[in-house]
Nanobody, 129 residues
Framework: VRLVESEGGLVQAGDSLRLSCGASGGTFSSYVMAWFRQAPGKEREFVAAINRVGGTTYYVKAAVKGRFTISRDNAKNTVYLQMNAIEPDDTAVYYC??????????????????????WGQGTQVTVSS
């Protein structure tokens, strides 16, 4: 499946930003969808994921829980990441990812980047203080 993220951009701390990721070339509803991010000099990290029907969401970091919301629209083949109260530490390249095989029986699998076999090109989000 091919994934294309929307443009991120430069935002101010405290702003809100919604990223979207459109999918093509696959059956969107068969994929667990996730967002990862990679800040300068740091490893790629899990941000959020959503199961195939959109009924279960996953967030691991306390830093994003409550501020970020992942959602999906299977009719539009799109997954979203709503980011509120953005902080300078949210500055990163954000990647959309898809997995047709990851087991959602345990969140440990969902958090693991190696479980995802399709990735978008990434979109830069820069937060100024």
């Amino acid at each position: 499946v091919r994934l294309v993220e929307s443009e991120g951009g430069l935002v101010q701390a405290g702003d809100s930003l919604r990223l979207s990721c459109g999918a093509s070339g696959g059956t969107f509803s068969s994929y667990v969808m996730a967002w990862f991010r990679q800040a300068p000099g740091k490893e790629r990290e899990f941000v959020a994921a959503i199961n195939r029907v959109g009924g279960t969401t996953y967030y691991v970091k306390a830093a994003v829980k409550g501020r970020f919301t992942i959602s999906r629209d299977n009719a539009k083949n799109t997954v979203y990441l709503q980011m509120n109260a953005i902080e300078p530490d949210d500055t990163a390249v954000y990647y959309c990812a898809a997995s047709s095989t990851v087991r959602t029986s345990s969140s440990i699998f969902v958090y693991n980047a190696v479980q995802y076999d399709s990735w978008g090109q990434g979109t830069q989000v820069t937060v100024s203080s």
